[in-house]
């Protein structure tokens, strides 16, 4: 018995008079029969009426998963709460935020304040989603103390990488302004009853927000996870809704409906070969990208199946690319730059989807536009769009290394392949150079079958501090292997990208090359035990080695191919000396 849910009340929103534009060429066809399908089996009036068995019998996973359907309209009742926590927040004095999350609770933040920037009164965001000993010394570096509020934001609230960074920084505050008035420097935004909300009962938090349970991290942009730094930097919250609740409505249509058609073509290409969805955006909302990234990954990269999210990438040449390419370009209005280039892939028969944009705050729009497509695409490639199996195999190994180095003092010793200089090769392969030990391993590349079914992607993850150098040193290496190899590469920072494009790798369909980057932090940082004590028995460094190892060993017992390069210190110089063996 399928129960019946109200739908979203839709008169006098503002109709969205743009559609999802496509030139696919032979593929039209499929994406054809596959919308007519959706029409008989009633695809769109089933998953607004919250139907499980759409992706599987057993509602596990699923019925709980479901709210971000009407989050929009319902979000609109939190915001006088919303307002008078920031209204609050000003008045006590509060100049910086500094947001403490991983995956779906940082993402969306993150987005916010890289395309709206801070408006003059409110507070500037920051957000951390590494425990680099590094990075975390230059975010504190950074900030008065006194006067930054700190978000800790985790819907399961036992994120270890969000509460090990809670209980620093919160001796942090301590020492400044003492413990009796630390807790009121704080936020939670939680599930009702999470171990995090517990804490933030103990120490007296300024705020707990309780998230809605029955939404996915990775489907919260317009949640609470959300909307609270969105306020935080003054964005008009009113009007990224009011977006997001005319493409919510107009995603309750049999015809003419954006996200029926998006998801179609994303699922029948993604089943034709091309399965590295490479996004494009005008520059003022390319962080865009990142949340996408997510979403798409986590939603579909399992079950031996997935899409790849390519984001990042500089837009080449036609010929550079292999036939398990399709290209979305997203475009605020007015821009042009990109057109010819789109064009000219078009008119090779590479897959092009344009997407308009009337301004910034469309992407309220986005993102239900892609919840909604992702969730069809599911569908299509018959998987559960709200779990994520594989990431708990990382997680569990790291444990399990954890739990040894408190009982023993040591980590398992693992002998190098090679060194040079300050950096070490393992791998399995013997080799005598950097180039011999790249060249053999990429070696290992499926060129995939006449319509790119199976061809292998690479993956970079830099478990090193993120830098605006690491960045460009990383997309040098990244862009060479591209064009040398005609590989789609993606670029990630651990253990960031475990709560993001991790799924995927472990659970789609093993094509993935999968580069790791370790380094030796400058000085480490040592993780408190508990909140307001001194004793601590594990330092962030380690945390992030034991991760990297864990994740290391999940994707061997997934017969993926993995090779690791530890850089030492100079982590730039070590990317750079990696590239220039390539070359």
């Excluded at 299509?380 to 023993?408: G, I």
């Excluded at 253990?495 to 799924?503: A, N, V």
Aim: with cysteine; hydrophobic share 40%; charged share 20%.
């Amino acid at each position: 018995m399928i129960l019946q849910f109200k739908r979203l009340a839709c008169s006098g929103q503002r109709s969205l008079n743009r559609d999802v534009e496509a030139q696919i060429g032979r593929y039209q066809r499929a994406v054809n029969q596959t919308l007519d399908r959706m029409k008989s089996e009633h695809v769109i009036s089933r998953l607004w009426q919250r139907d499980h068995t759409l992706w599987q019998p057993d509602p596990t996973e699923i019925s709980n998963r479901l709210g971000w359907l009407d989050c929009p309209e319902r979000m609109q009742g939190s915001l006088p709460e919303i307002r008078g926590f920031i209204d609050e927040a000003r008045s006590a004095g509060f100049t910086n935020a500094l947001l403490l999350g991983m995956g779906g609770s940082s993402l969306a933040p993150e987005l916010f304040r890289k395309v709206f920037g801070v408006n003059n009164g409110y507070l500037d965001l920051t957000v951390l989603d590494s425990i680099d000993p590094d990075a975390i010394r230059v975010t504190c570096a950074k900030l008065d103390l006194h006067n930054t509020l700190f978000i800790v934001s985790s819907k399961s609230g036992s994120t270890l990488e969000t509460i090990t960074l809670f209980k620093h920084f919160y001796n942090q505050v301590a020492k400044v302004v003492g413990s009796k008035r630390a807790g009121g420097h704080f936020v939670a935004i939680t599930d009702a009853e999470s171990p995090l909300a517990k804490i933030a009962e103990q120490v007296r938090f300024r705020k707990i927000f309780t998230s809605d349970p029955d939404i996915g991290g990775r489907y919260s942009a317009l949640s609470h996870f959300g909307l609270v730094p969105a306020a935080l930097l003054g964005m008009d919250l009113e009007k990224l809704l009011e977006r997001a609740m005319a493409m919510a409505c107009r995603c309750q249509a049999d015809d003419d409906n954006p996200a029926t058609r998006l998801g179609a073509i994303l699922g029948e290409l993604a089943i034709a070969g091309r399965d590295k969805l490479t996004l494009i955006a005008s520059q003022a909302i390319s962080p865009f990208g990142t949340w996408l990234e997510q979403l798409v990954a986590e939603s579909t990269g399992k079950d031996g199946r997935g899409i790849l999210p390519v984001i990042g990438e500089a837009l080449a040449e036609p010929r550079l690319y292999a036939n398990d390419r399709l290209f979305v370009a997203l475009a605020l209005a007015g821009d042009t730059s990109f057109d010819a280039k789109l064009q000219a892939l078009a008119n090779v028969a590479h897959p092009v989807v344009e997407v308009s944009l009337q301004d910034s705050y469309d992407l309220g729009a986005q993102f239900f536009l892609w919840e909604m497509a992702t969730a069809i695409v599911a569908w299509r490639l018959n998987v559960t769009p709200f779990n994520q199996p594989d990431v708990e195999s990382a997680k569990s190994l790291a444990r399990t290394m954890m739990m040894s180095y408190l009982a023993t003092g040591s980590l398992p010793e693992e002998r190098p392949l090679l060194r040079l200089g300050e950096i070490s090769v393992y791998a399995d392969e013997e080799a005598f150079s950097l180039n011999q030990a790249l060249q053999t391993f990429l070696n290992h590349a499926n060129p995939g079958d006449e319509n790119g079914r199976g061809r292998s992607y690479v993956a970079l993850q830099a478990y090193i501090q993120p830098s605006d150098q690491a960045n460009q040193a990383l997309q040098t290496l990244r862009t060479l292997i591209e064009t040398r190899f005609q590989l789609a590469t993606t670029v990630g920072y651990g253990p960031r990208f475990l709560h993001s494009t991790g799924q995927l790798h472990k659970g789609d369909a093993g094509h993935g090359l999968f580069i790791q980057l370790t380094s030796d932090p400058k000085q480490d940082v040592s993780i408190p035990d508990e909140a307001g004590s001194e004793e601590s028995s594990m330092t962030f460094g380690l945390l992030q080695l034991i991760q990297s190892l864990g994740d290391r060993q999940a994707l061997i017992r997934a017969k993926r191919q993995v090779i690791r390069f530890h850089l030492g210190h100079d982590v730039v110089h070590g990317i750079a000396k990696l590239t220039e063996a390539l070359r």
